[in-house]
């Protein structure tokens, strides 16, 4: 697996892009974001690694996976939502395997559908007068 560097790097030229623009873009140096590609600097701050994701059309998890951070939006949103912490606690404590997380991401977007759904439904019996 290749490291933070190496996949900005790999996304980098995906793109298309040159050191320089992609720095331009990213609002840092070039010299810092040659620095990052050869491992010869951490990985950057979490507002970096989300510019960088943006302009590179990455995923930002998986950048701050590689970072080895946790964006500071999702630590907030677990802060603040403790019955999301549970249901991860409980993911983890059972062991759920790859395919059964997914089967729970696929239960929670039906669950959504059926709500949202449920809301139109709703709205839309209502007379208007």
Request: proline fraction near 7%; include cysteine.
């Amino acid at each position: 697996m290749k490291n933070f560097g190496e996949t900005i790097r790999d996304l980098r030229v995906a793109q298309d892009l040159g050191l320089r623009e992609t720095a331009t873009l990213v609002r840092i140096s070039p010299a810092y974001l040659s620095r990052i590609e050869r491992g010869k600097e951490s990985p950057p701050r979490p507002e970096i690694i989300k510019a960088l994701a943006k302009v590179l059309a990455a995923d930002p998890d998986v950048l701050f996976r590689l970072s080895s951070s946790t964006d500071p939006e999702v630590v907030e949103f677990l802060h603040d939502r403790p019955e999301v912490m549970r249901l991860l606690h409980l993911i983890m404590n059972n062991n759920f395997t790859e395919e059964e997380v997914e089967q729970l991401h696929q239960q929670a977007n039906c669950i959504k559908i059926l709500s949202i759904n449920s809301a139109d439904i709703l709205t839309n019996s209502n007379p208007t007068p």
